[in-house]
């Protein structure tokens, strides 16, 4: 009689651990976030209030840790990392998205996007919502929340940039995101691709002069020590997602999956308000720091005028025709082309 009750329970015992090995994330309670930049950054901010909503929405059950400035890998191994289902979260700019999704790169299109509002209506709209789509289709990643980060100002170490002619024969830094190398070619330089991860220190050895990112990335990452000249140019504003494995969302009951996607929403509302009141002090902060910010010559109108003309045509294709990009553009306000 013992033994049939032990033995009845050494197999119930076996049969729950051989259940939790099956599906390891259905017990979790902790969930992985990897994050690209440092703290202090709206990646940072949009994962403290992401985990905050978390939290709270499961009543506690469920929680978050966050790895900071790459700690679990560049930013685009964490997008092939969370497909594989080995990492939960990651929060990264959308130009390391681009490469395991195309369709992403609308949000990477030169001047596509001028204003916060031009970006919370492309990421909260229509289009958004394919992109969610096409992304956990393409790349095995759902997008549960948006950052906006501002403008990628470009920034170096070598002179004041106002034109095109400046920006020759200085070495730039640019993720591996074909859009954005060629809008630097039809700038006229060849951009050095090199992975977030690498950024700072190949500034600091001076493989690089310059790179673009925003001013709180700037600010955050802590380029002030290695760049002095900034130029305000507003070719991108950059939008950095929080994708989830869709794997582990999958395996998610409904009321987790349900939490993320609300706490996911709450985090991108704060976000907009966060950029609002920080963005202008961390610029006047940069400056006190010894930072110098030009302004491209003519309205950046040269700027626009290569980048738009060289590189949409090139694009139309991949990012569902002209007619797409048409209806992106009337739903924005602006003129067709
Ligand atoms: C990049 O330049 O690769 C990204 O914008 C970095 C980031 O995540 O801030």
Redesign the pocket.
């Known amino acids: 009689m013992i033994f049939k009750q032990r033995f009845v329970k050494s197999v119930s015992l076996a049969l729950c651990l051989g259940a939790a090995m099956a599906s390891p994330h259905v017990l979790a309670k902790t969930f992985r976030i990897a994050v690209?930049?440092a703290a202090g950054?709206?990646?940072h901010q949009l994962g403290l209030k992401f985990s905050e909503a978390f939290a709270e929405k499961t009543g506690g059950k469920h929680d978050t840790q966050m790895f900071l400035n790459g700690q679990l890998g560049d930013?685009q191994a964490t997008v092939n990392d969370a497909a594989m289902g080995l990492l939960d979260f990651s929060?990264?700019?959308?130009?390391?998205v681009t490469p395991f999704s195309p369709s992403v790169g609308v949000l990477t299109l030169p001047y596509m996007m001028q204003s916060l509002d031009d970006a919370v209506a492309l990421t909260q709209g229509e289009v958004g919502q394919k992109l969610v789509e096409n992304t956990i289709r393409d790349a095995g990643v759902r997008i549960v929340g948006w950052t906006y980060?501002g403008f990628?100002v470009l920034t170096n170490s070598k002179k004041p940039v106002h034109s095109l002619d400046d920006l020759q024969g200085l070495k730039i830094?640019?993720?591996?995101?074909e859009i954005m190398i060629d809008t630097y070619r039809a700038w006229g330089i060849n951009p050095t691709p090199m992975?977030?991860s690498e950024?700072f220190t190949g500034l600091q050895m001076g493989v690089v002069d310059g790179?673009?990112?925003?001013y709180i990335?700037v600010s955050s990452?802590k380029f002030d020590e290695v760049q002095k000249y900034i130029t305000n140019i507003r070719y991108l504003f950059?939008i950095?997602p929080l994708v989830m494995s869709e794997a582990v969302f999958q395996e998610q009951p409904e009321d987790v999956q349900q939490a993320i996607l609300e706490a996911g929403k709450v985090a991108t509302e704060h976000s907009a308000q966060w950029l609002v009141a920080q963005e202008d002090k961390i610029k006047a902060e940069l400056v006190e720091k010894g930072m110098e910010i030009t302004e491209p010559a003519d309205g950046e109108k040269a700027w626009i005028e290569k980048a738009v003309s060289q590189v949409w045509p090139k694009y139309y294709d991949q990012l569902g025709g002209k007619e797409e990009l048409n209806k992106i553009l009337k739903s924005l306000g602006r003129d067709t082309i």
Do not use: F, Y
Request: no cysteine; glycine share 4%.
């Open positions: 690209g930049d950054s709206a990646q930013e929060i990264l700019a959308i130009n390391n980060t990628r830094r640019v993720p591996n995101n992975a977030w950024t790179q673009d990112n925003p990335t990452m950059s950095e």
